[in-house]
């Protein structure tokens, strides 16, 4: 994983869909002091391109716009995607609610609002549905797939049981799919250090790993070493060879 510095991708993007320049832009303010990175996206053809562009942690959508019906917009986004959407319109009505919610939106915000409010619900609605950055939480390659905050993997449905330091070595090595990960750089960011010696840790490393994953087709061949330099995780598209 990447250094957990405190950067500005750590702070979750949110889209603002709203046509009220009036209004896009002070929320988009107050968003950003709330610790977001606000886009704004005045119709809805543009709230389709930037949701698919932008990938969003969040989308705040007003109903009411101009070229669509906000709800078909919802139901749109949500062909595409899960992410999160609440939804800010002007009447609040029960049946608008239930619809809202309905057609895939996690929550559901009524003008005039204090931003307050919205921020909170939204931190809210992040915490249910998704971790708060943006790193990739799984990580899938060929059959398998790694629950990198819960430090699960599996392969072709099967999970592996591994120790902490196989998980960290094969999550680095499937990180880096198709592409060959030294042995200085495994030492380094595995085990945390320069290593100008012996890698046999490594090979142990190495062997039990393969040895847990298995010789099922899935798994067979899928960690190579490369001679004299280090080892790759087979990419997707290359067949598994013995
Ligand atoms: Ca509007």
Redesign the pocket.
Known sequence: MSSPTLNSSTQPSVLLV???KSIAAPFAAALARGGFRPSVAHTGAEAVEMASELDPDIVLL????PDIDGRDLCRQLRLDSDVPIIMVTASGTVTDRVVGLELGADDYVVKPFATGEVISRMRAVLRRARPVTTEARELAVRDLRLDLAARRAWIAERELELTRKEFDLLARLARDAGRVVTREELMSDVWDMNWFGSTKTLDVHIAWLRRKLGDDPAARGCIQTVRGVGFRFAAPDEGSSP
Do not use: K
């Not at 007003?62 to 716009?65: A, E, G, P, R, T």
């Open positions: 709203e046509d009220e007003d109903l009411s716009l």
